[in-house]
């Protein structure tokens, strides 16, 4: 039953990279691998030797001597933990784009398009690396990326490049989460699980992980896309709406505020968005109220937006197909991490790859396996397979292999497009062909993973 559940993820996965090839929508196999993947365990439930206890990040104990009731209810016990940590993704994605989209509702890009004065394509992209790698570190890479990509879709016209940047962007935002403690969710559960400490994760990797943005950069502003002039989309001097820039900082301030929420109060960073989104939504019922005057609107946008609220139409622009998408593939994984799989497949790793790394509190650690994790990421998500080395490895705090993990997982997913939360909100926004991402940026975020890793090994014997 493992074998056929396997083989399903892998159709399913095989008919997301072939859409455009296939004509269908990306959602619908993730969908259908999901309900297929966790019907066949409950039909399976007797046969399986092992299951994957998320909570404590190990196999569970004697499960082959429980019975069929006691399996049935585990699984659901499960699948309910699963939905419950997807939901809490998705609801901090609805909230950050609501968001966006209120700021755009207000016209609140357009400070941000007056501000870009140049078209020079290269210094664009220089740009919105650096954006891209500060944000992530301070909002997420998530929510950095689904920010910035909204913010380019509001400058630039043409789609062919518009998804080179998409592609850059996604390099830089992971590299940007990786020194972060809640810069990126595999780097927050590290942090949350007492394996390193703020101080020594930005000492250890913000060096590499500069690195592993700033060489794709410097190679990608030579390439032909990023040479010569840019046509920007323009609206004209003046912004549409006399509120557009009080949004845009009151947006993004939101969203900033949330990781500070999450510090102070401990709860789930989608309860501080949800908290953000519903300030936002005061400010904007506020000001659209007073947009309008009594006897006359001041132009015909105006009136398109004068029939219903910002919240209800900012909510009606949400991309719901990504929402589905992120869905079913971050369920069919579940369904992978709970048998067992993926802790096998990390274990299997460590088992078999040769031990070249250093030798560290007695113990020899390999950093082939390290990297072998980081590009297991971008096939694979990143989560269980970090939850996988929490049980293999048994090293202190700040020990030097949790910030080697934590730079792999974190920046490995960027080499192929649905290996991080990034590239699939990207994916689902620029509507990105899976084989294009592969051609033309996979050897980039590679080339930038590799970059970093070495200057990790480097750092790593002088500190």
């Not at 790698?133 to 630039?156: G, M, P, R």
């Not at 689902?428 to 970059?451: H, N, P, R, T």
Request: aromatic share 10%; glycine share 8%.
């Amino acid at each position: 039953m493992e074998t056929v559940i396997i083989l399903v993820f892998a159709f399913g996965y095989l008919a997301i990279t072939l859409e455009h090839s296939i004509k269908i929508d990306k959602l619908i196999p993730a969908l259908v691998m999901m309900a297929i993947s966790w019907a066949l365990i409950s039909l399976g439930i007797d046969s399986f030797p092992q299951w994957f206890d998320s909570a404590k990040h190990s196999l569970l104990e004697n499960f082959g001597a429980l019975g069929h009731e006691d399996k049935m209810h585990l699984m659901e016990e499960t699948l309910l933990h699963h939905l419950g940590k997807t939901a809490e993704i998705l609801v901090f994605l609805l909230g950050a784009m609501t968001i966006v989209e209120i700021i755009d509702y207000f016209d609140g890009f357009s400070t941000i398009k007056r501000a870009v004065n140049f078209n020079s394509r290269r210094k664009l992209l220089w740009l919105f690396s650096i954006l891209a790698f500060i944000l992530s570190a301070i909002i997420d890479n998530l929510t950095a990326t689904i920010v910035l990509i909204s913010i380019l879709q509001k400058i630039v016209k043409e789609r062919d490049i518009r998804i080179w940047y998409a592609g850059l962007i996604i390099i830089a935002a992971n590299a940007g989460g990786a020194w972060s403690p809640i810069g990126d969710v595999t780097t927050t559960m590290l942090w949350i699980g007492n394996k390193v400490s703020t101080g020594n994760l930005f000492l250890y990797l913000f060096i590499p992980s500069v690195l592993c943005m700033v060489v794709p950069t410097v190679i990608a502003s030579f390439l032909p896309q990023f040479k010569g002039e840019l046509e920007l989309q323009s609206d004209g001097d003046k912004p549409k709406n006399k509120f557009s820039s009080t949004m845009l900082f009151l947006g993004l301030g939101a969203i900033v505020f949330v990781p500070f929420f999450k510090v102070i109060t401990h709860l789930p960073p989608y309860v501080g968005m949800m908290l953000s989104l519903g300030v936002v939504a005061v400010f904007a019922e506020i000001y659209s109220n007073s947009k309008f005057s009594i006897t006359s609107i001041d132009n015909e946008e105006s009136a398109a937006h004068a029939s219903h609220s910002p919240v209800h139409h900012s909510l009606s622009k949400i991309e719901l197909p990504s929402i589905l998408f992120f869905l079913g593939i971050l369920m069919a994984v579940a369904a992978l991490e709970s048998l067992g799989i993926l802790f096998g497949f990390a274990n299997s790793l460590q088992d078999t790859m040769p031990m070249v790394g250093t030798e560290l509190d007695g113990t020899a650690v390999s950093d082939l396996v390290v990297i072998l994790l980081g590009v297991g990421s971008a096939i694979i998500d990143n989560v269980p397979l970090v939850a996988a080395s929490l049980g293999m490895f048994s090293e202190p705090l700040d020990n030097p292999l949790w910030h080697f993990i934590a730079y792999s997982a974190g920046t490995g997913g960027s080499m192929l497009i649905i290996g991080s939360a990034a590239g699939v909100v990207a994916m689902g926004m620029e509507k990105i062909d899976f084989f294009w991402y592969l051609k033309k940026i996979s050897w980039l975020a590679l080339v930038g993973f590799l970059a970093g890793a070495g200057a990790f090994v480097i750092m790593r014997a002088i500190l």
